[in-house]
């Protein structure tokens, strides 16, 4: 795919998440690799109104080479792409109930995404939560590279969701199975849910395995 085919890709798949409500304002950012560099969404920018001319470039080290200035949360996204190299997409969101998961005292750090349907065993897998850092911090590096290698999908506490796949599609189609299937767990909580068993979940990763 060419740059410019990645840079349309940005703009089609930015609208689409920010018009069914996924991303509000000028919150959520999405980068993928190329093979000279990455394609970065712009600092304050809204993902519904992303013109392909103004994405940011940056070279292979992460230095600006054209285009607006790039999200604030460079840290992040170099970070799972460093732990992470079959990653070639990163989506974060801001989307209502993944980031209310992240928030909840309650919500289990090592897998907050419970098993209840096929579909976030094969596009998401477990999800684990990071402790809060301040959006745009370095601080949130080690802890995904410390979580990415073993997960596509991680929840930053009180702040939401960050998603890899091996392509921009991918990624996006993870980030809203992670979105869907966190509404159903908040709406479900109280209610006795039946998970997956142990041996459907392991038919599954054999059969999808996430990349």
């Not at 001319?53 to 600006?64: E, F, M, T, V, Y």
């Not at 949360?73 to 997409?89: I, S």
Request: hydrophobic share 45%; charged share 20%; with cysteine.
């Amino acid at each position: 795919m060419s740059e410019q085919a990645v840079r349309d890709a940005l703009v089609k798949w930015g609208r689409s998440l920010f018009e069914r409500g996924l991303t509000a304002g000028s919150s959520g950012n999405i980068s993928v690799k190329l093979d000279d560099g990455f394609l970065v969404t712009p600092t304050n920018s809204c993902l519904g109104f992303l013109e392909a001319s103004r994405i940011s470039k940056l070279a292979p080290d992460g230095k600006h080479v054209s285009g607006a200035a790039p999200t604030k949360e460079l840290p992040l996204h170099f970070a799972f792409y460093e732990a992470r190299p079959q990653a070639k997409a990163v989506v974060h969101l801001h989307s209502t109930y993944a980031t209310l998961l992240s928030c909840l005292a309650d919500a289990d750090p090592n897998d907050a995404i419970p098993p209840i349907t096929p579909y976030v065993v094969m596009r998401v897998g477990r999800v684990p939560i990071v402790p809060y850092t301040k959006p745009g911090s370095p601080e949130v590096a080690p802890y995904i590279r410390d979580k990415a290698p073993e997960h596509a999908a991680i929840l930053l506490g009180n702040h939401g969701p960050v998603v890899a796949g091996p392509s921009l599609e991918a990624a996006v189609f993870a980030a809203e199975e992670l979105e869907e299937t966190a509404k159903l767990v908040i709406l479900a909580r109280g209610l006795n849910v039946r998970h997956l068993p142990a041996e459907a979940i392991a038919d599954l990763n054999a059969s999808f395995k996430l990349k």
